[in-house]
């Protein structure tokens, strides 16, 4: 997984808790600071362990924390690849052009990287089903990207985010409906 992702979830844990909570969940990952650089890429196992371990010190499921820091993510995100988005694209039209936009960046940038593919089926003008596929089972960490792209587009309070299927398998199916 890309530094970038791990440099973000060091914010979140200290933005939501204090510095003092990621030191301790770093030592109780068995994790060094030292361990992570934002240009680097990183075994999967280190955030299995520090997600694991943020459960255990917050009594929030893995899936919880991973819907809440895919919606943290967003901003950072979209500012990051802001030069490859349409200005007048919405949540859904964001969603049904990030695996040919944003996606196939991250992948040009570093041959490692490895985000899910999404494959986007639209339905109509305010609905299409995401087809999440990764071995790494972070299907909620989408479900809360998904969330997060509806609040960076003013669209929180009229876009429902439905997983389909469980959130933490290889293939998750989320459904996304704008409200009327």
Same mark, same amino acid.
């Given at each position: 997984?890309?530094?970038?992702?791990? *440099?973000? !979830?060091? %914010?979140?844990?200290? *933005?939501?808790?204090? +510095?003092?909570?990621?030191?301790?969940?770093?030592?109780?990952?068995? !994790?060094?600071?030292?361990?992570?650089?934002?240009?680097?890429?990183?075994?999967?196992? +280190?955030?299995?362990? !520090?997600?694991?371990?943020?459960?255990?010190?917050?009594?929030?499921?893995?899936?919880? !924390?991973?819907?809440?820091?895919?919606?943290?993510?967003?901003?950072?995100?979209?500012?990051?690849?802001?030069?490859?988005?349409?200005?007048?694209? *919405?949540?859904?039209?964001?969603?049904?052009?990030?695996?040919?936009?944003?996606? &196939?960046?991250? &992948?040009?940038?570093?041959?490692?990287?490895?985000?899910?593919?999404?494959?986007?089926?639209?339905?109509?003008?305010?609905?299409?089903?995401?087809?999440?596929?990764?071995? &790494? %089972?972070?299907?909620?960490?989408?479900?809360?990207?998904?969330?997060?792209?509806?609040?960076?587009?003013?669209?929180?309070?009229?876009?429902?985010?439905?997983? *389909?299927?469980?959130?933490?398998?290889? +293939?998750?199916?989320?459904?996304?409906?704008?409200?009327?």
């Amino acid at each position: 997984m890309h530094g970038t992702i791990f *440099t973000l !979830l060091k %914010r979140y844990v200290q *933005t939501q808790y204090d +510095h003092s909570a990621w030191v301790r969940l770093l030592e109780a990952a068995g !994790l060094s600071a030292t361990d992570f650089d934002h240009k680097s890429v990183y075994p999967d196992e +280190h955030m299995y362990r !520090l997600i694991g371990e943020a459960a255990t010190m917050t009594g929030l499921s893995a899936d919880e !924390l991973h819907e809440k820091f895919g919606e943290y993510l967003v901003p950072d995100l979209m500012y990051m690849y802001q030069k490859l988005l349409d200005p007048n694209w *919405t949540t859904l039209d964001m969603l049904e052009h990030t695996e040919n936009t944003m996606h &196939r960046q991250v &992948r040009a940038e570093h041959a490692e990287n490895n985000p899910p593919v999404l494959s986007v089926t639209r339905l109509s003008p305010d609905e299409l089903f995401i087809d999440y596929v990764s071995g &790494r %089972r972070m299907g909620a960490l989408a479900v809360g990207m998904v969330r997060g792209m509806a609040s960076y587009y003013n669209e929180a309070d009229r876009i429902e985010v439905e997983p *389909t299927t469980s959130e933490n398998g290889e +293939h998750v199916r989320i459904r996304v409906r704008r409200l009327a």
